[in-house]
């Protein structure tokens, strides 16, 4: 099995790198407006001998930044009084939990801003202090999840703080707070929750703590570093997100998937991580069952993360396949699902028809399934009649190039399917899509057709004639009369008239050559299906199976923007 990426842009471009805490608990006190003239005079009590004065006067600089969601000019006002030496003091000092708490949570927003701010808190050596109060046995869990959420937006600042932290176990800290809770919530939980596979909270409170938790976990998922190197830290971080994939909280599940998701993606092809990582059969149902609900927030990283699972090893596809995977998937290959969903959604059967031959039947097997990828093989907003494409859509926010890609992925299916299924399923595609022919001819007859289109629609053609020239014993290959009949070299006469591309050329020729001796040679037929590929310049049967036996990833550009930020703090240690 190869690898390669799905060029997708990345939904998770749209979720927060980083995120300000204006509101984890509500506060005891009576939160009043701070004024910002009012700064200098809180300064002052910072240094008071009096702890309510003190506490009171970090809560106000608190809620200074709260107040106004943190603002880039709020954070800006905090760091001008110079007072971060004395909130790590504080942090690392005072025996009070509350006073630490508020400490974290300025951290916390300050740690949300510019570069520029984070930087600032770095250089100050906060890091190492959140990261204590993280591993202090006697924090609470306030204290424990807030500080995770500081540096949860430090991790979302650059990939190397986000290695930095890894070193430093901050994924392992998460997880084993992550692990304690669950185990007190799992045996407070009443076993009829348990058997119908969700779990809830009692306390509101509780919830935001877990929420901060996983939010910084599905941060510190992401990539941008050598992450093999980390397996072990990624397989705890993966059996942590699984087990908590039972909570019925739709912030909990959007995470959760993410994160999977990330973590999926990072340890694609790192076998150590597949040798030591459990996917359950709980994993697999929840994620289905999430599958099913309409809300686009959540469908999303649940399909990209099964993606990323359909493309790793057999035994977790097989997990896959033991749920209700292609009978879920089906609503959103329609065309009018939202494109983004519906690309990652052929993404699945794609890499479901790069697998074993009983992986290939099982696709062949669902009929819907089969139909709506038959149907997307064709020009986006045009229909083919009378030997021509007339348009029939218009729509402003009509995306024809993502259209394009659904095409091409629907090509895919086609080819995977022929170059590697078994007979019976290459003659049940065959016999359940007579149009299928058509479809593919009827492409090559669009001017405009992208390159990376028409070359696997070729390349599906020249399969499909070497795979049925094998089955034809006497007379004449009846998918080659078919192909003639429906002009498929003048078809070929059009693709070359529009691209001058060597690989096109080489292709078209080759299907060419082959067409002609299939049509006109029976013996000819037989020899060429046989041992003479090479003669012909064909791909052998294994060179095909080589080519189409491709698992593919979505390749994300979430970090690609933050590289530029680290090359600007690389030097900045935390």
């Keep these: 099995m190869t690898i390669d990426e799905f060029d997708a842009e990345s939904a998770l471009a749209d979720i927060s790198r980083k995120m300000s805490n204006v509101s984890i608990h509500k506060s005891s006190f009576k939160d009043d407006h701070v004024d910002k003239s009012s700064l200098p005079q809180i300064r002052l009590l910072l240094y008071s001998n009096d702890k309510k ?42 025996p009070s939990s509350s006073i630490k708490f508020e400490c974290a949570w300025i951290a916390t927003n300050i740690a949300a801003g510019t570069s520029e701010q984070t930087s600032a808190l770095i250089k100050a050596g906060f890091v190492d202090l959140l990261l204590n109060c993280m591993s202090d046995k006697n924090s609470s869990l306030d204290l424990v999840a807030q500080a995770a959420w500081a540096l949860g937006n430090i991790a979302g600042e650059s990939s190397a703080f986000r290695e930095q932290l890894m070193i430093k176990n901050f994924t392992n800290y998460i997880v084993q707070s992550l692990n304690t809770a669950y185990d007190e919530l799992y045996d407070e939980a009443s076993e009829s929750l348990r058997s119908n596979g969700k779990m809830t909270f009692s306390c509101r409170d509780y919830q935001s703590n877990i929420e901060a938790l996983l939010w910084a976990l599905s941060n510190m998922s992401r990539g941008g570093f050598c992450v093999a190197e980390y397996y072990l830290n990624y397989t705890a971080m993966f059996e942590v997100l699984s087990k908590y994939i039972l909570f019925n909280y739709p912030k909990f599940e959007v995470e959760i998937c993410w994160g999977l998701s990330r973590i999926l993606y990072n340890m694609h092809k790192v076998t150590l991580f597949h040798e030591n990582a459990i996917f359950t059969d709980v994993l697999f149902t929840r994620l289905i069952e999430l599958l099913r609900t309409g809300n686009t927030d959540i469908v999303t990283p649940v399909i990209r993360t099964i993606v990323n699972i359909s493309c790793g090893p057999n035994e977790s596809v097989v997990g896959l396949l033991q749920t209700r995977l292609l009978e879920s998937i089906t609503r959103l290959l329609d065309p009018q699902a939202p494109t983004t969903i519906r690309k990652d959604a052929y993404l699945v059967v794609s890499n479901l028809a790069a697998g074993t031959p009983d992986m ?19 020009v986006p907003g045009y229909t083919y009649s009378s030997a021509e494409w007339i348009p029939t859509l218009y729509n402003p926010t009509y995306d024809v190039q993502d259209e394009w890609k659904v095409t091409k992925e629907a090509i895919w299916i086609i080819s995977n399917i022929i170059s590697l299924g078994n007979n019976s399923s290459v003659r049940d595609l065959l016999n359940d899509h007579p149009n299928l022919k058509d479809a593919l001819v009827a492409l090559l007859n669009y001017n405009a057709i992208p390159l990376d289109n028409c070359e696997k629609a070729i390349e599906s053609l020249i399969s499909l004639i070497q795979r049925t020239n094998k089955w034809t014993t006497f007379g004449k290959n009846e998918h080659v009369r078919a192909l003639v009949n429906l002009g498929i070299e003048s078809s070929l006469a059009n693709v070359q008239r529009i691209h001058s591309n060597p690989r096109i050329r080489d292709v078209c020729s080759k299907l060419k050559m082959l067409l002609i001796a299939s049509d ?11 041992s003479m590929e090479s003669a012909f310049g064909l791909p052998t049967v294994d060179e095909i199976k080589s080519r189409s036996s491709k698992r593919r990833v979505i390749h994300s550009f979430e970090d690609g923007d933050i590289r530029l930020i680290s090359n600007a703090v690389n030097n900045l240690n935390i």
């Design 360 to 378: 290939i039947k099982h696709v062949v097997e669902h009929k819907v399934v089969l139909t709506y990828v038959v149907s997307h093989i064709t």
């Design 520 to 530: 006109e040679d029976l013996v000819q037929t037989v020899k060429i299906s046989s």
């Design 53 to 94: 004065k003190v506490k009171e006067s970090v809560r106000k600089l608190r809620r200074y930044l709260t107040q106004g969601h943190s603002g880039e000019n709020d954070v800006d006002d905090i760091l001008n009084l110079n007072v971060l030496n004395l909130l790590k003091d504080l942090l690392q000092n005072d």
